[in-house]
């Protein structure tokens, strides 16, 4: 199925700019503010593959702007609204590049960060007795995964 979505940035009034993410697509606003559009782009390995999965633009905004709002009351952030399923609407900020993987089992780089670090012997691509979680930063938008170091 083709991705039902455009493939040009449309024009917004007050638009100021444009970037295009690997599954976002993002309008700056004249007024400090922003438009942020999620597309049913599907990134692996930092790579937008060809095809795309319908409407995991709107599961993708859903998610988002739901854990935005519950967690609103313990750190402010960027999310006015969500006024469609694809669409937020916000103040621009500045980002903290941190990613969080969850990964059910161990295998390529996951496995190399974990080797001797789990308290049971794994082998890898180990699978159901493992569920992981791994914080990565980026040095820029366009890097890839770094992982930060466990303190």
Known sequence: MPNSFPQAPIQLPGMTGFYRGKV???YFLEDGRLVMVASDRISAFDVVL???IPRKGEV???TAAYFLEKTRDLV???LISSPHPRVSYGYRAEPVAVEMVVRGYLSGHAWRCYQGRC???LRGSATGRFA???FVGFADHHAHHQSIPRP
Do not use: H, K, M, T
């Open 24 to 26: 976002r697509d993002v």
């Open 60 to 62: 993708l905004n859903r």
């Open 50 to 52: 060809p095809a795309a």
């Open 132 to 134: 992981g979680v791994r």
């Open 119 to 121: 308290p049971d012997p």
């Open 76 to 78: 402010p952030n960027w």
